[in-house]
Nanobody
Framework: VQLQASGGGLVQAGGSLKLSCAFS????????KGWYRQGPGNQRELVAS???????NYADSVKGRFTISGDNAKNTIYLQMSSLKSEDTGVYHC???????????WGQGTQVTVSS
């Protein structure tokens, strides 16, 4: 499984950005997809995830501000980020998980910088 993330950038606090992650390869084996982020202090946080059944989960810090969605026809997931805060700054990595095999696939990170 290959993942290609895009959509990061520089935005002012209160603004919005939309990240995309396109999947290719053995997509049928994927049980869940989502986004982690790594902040300036190198702490890694699960931001949002979506399962094959389209159940979603969010970190408390982004609930009500971020929305994860998927487009199966395009094999892509999105992370709509609104009301961005400086603490949302970091490198966002998309991932895909195969629970049966215990595998996690990673895309390259995309930088999100929120200026206050």
């Amino acid at each position: 499984v290959q993942l290609q993330a895009s959509g990061g950038g520089l935005v002012q606090a209160g603004g919005s950005l939309k990240l995309s992650c396109a999947f290719s390869g053995s997509i049928f084996e994927i049980d869940a997809k989502g986004w982690y982020r790594q902040g300036p202090g190198n702490q890694r946080e699960l931001v949002a995830s979506i399962t094959r059944a389209e159940a979603t989960n969010y970190a408390d810090s982004v609930k009500g501000r971020f929305t994860i969605s998927g487009d199966n026809a395009k094999n892509t997931i999105y992370l709509q980020m609104s009301s961005l805060k400086s603490e949302d700054t970091g490198v966002y990595h998309c991932y895909a998980r195969n629970e049966e095999l215990g595998r996690i696939y990673w895309g390259q990170g995309t930088q999100v910088t929120v200026s206050s």
